[in-house]
C-alpha cells in the first residue's frame, strides 16, 4: 500500500503530469511556440499565450535555491519538522519538492540534487511523487 499523501490539486493537465508519473517519468509542459516550460501546467502560455505544448522529459537534477522547515503540522501525512525545498531544475523551471536521503542541516544554496522517487496515494489513487537527493 503507497503513503498516505495530502490529496492532490486535480485539472486535465495535472492529471497528464500525474499519469507520466505512474511510469516515473518526470515532465513538464513546455510551450511549442516559445519554449517556456509551465510549472504549474495550465491551458496557455504565460510568456506568448500559446496553447500549443508538449510534455518535456526532464533531466532530473536541479539547483536548490532555498528551502525552509515547518516545525508545525500542517497536514497528518506530513509531520513536523517537514522541510521543503525549491529547486531550479537544470532546463530552468522552478520546482517545489522534498529532500530526501539528506540530512535537511546540511542544504545549501546551490547544491546540486536529483530526481528520486516516493510512493504516495490519495483520493485520485497511488502515483510516484518526484522528490530530491544527493546528485548521483
Known amino acids: 500500500m503507497a503513503t498516505q499523501r495530502p490529496i492532490r490539486?486535480?485539472?486535465?493537465y495535472a492529471e497528464q503530469f500525474w499519469t507520466y508519473t505512474?511510469?516515473?517519468e518526470f515532465r513538464l509542459q513546455q510551450c511549442s511556440e516559445c519554449n517556456?516550460?509551465?510549472w504549474p501546467p495550465g491551458p496557455s502560455c504565460d510568456n506568448c499565450l500559446s496553447d500549443?505544448?508538449?510534455?518535456?522529459?526532464m533531466k532530473g537534477r536541479g539547483k536548490v535555491l532555498s528551502w525552509t522547515t515547518f516545525?508545525?503540522?500542517y497536514f497528518?501525512?506530513?509531520p513536523a519538522p517537514h522541510t521543503s525545498i525549491a529547486?531550479?531544475?537544470?532546463?530552468g523551471p522552478l520546482f517545489v519538492?522534498?529532500?530526501?536521503?539528506?540530512d535537511v542541516k546540511s542544504l545549501r544554496e546551490g547544491m546540486v540534487l536529483s530526481l528520486r522517487w516516493t510512493d504516495g496515494e490519495d483520493k485520485f489513487g497511488a502515483y510516484n511523487l518526484p522528490v530530491f537527493g544527493p546528485a548521483t
Open 36 to 38: 517556456k516550460f509551465r
Open 52 to 57: 500549443q505544448f508538449q510534455w518535456t522529459p
Open 76 to 78: 497528518p501525512e506530513y
Open 97 to 102: 519538492s522534498y529532500p530526501v536521503d539528506i
Open 9 to 12: 490539486s486535480m485539472d486535465p
Open 22 to 24: 505512474q511510469k516515473k
Open 71 to 73: 516545525h508545525r503540522a
Open 87 to 91: 529547486l531550479e531544475l537544470d532546463e
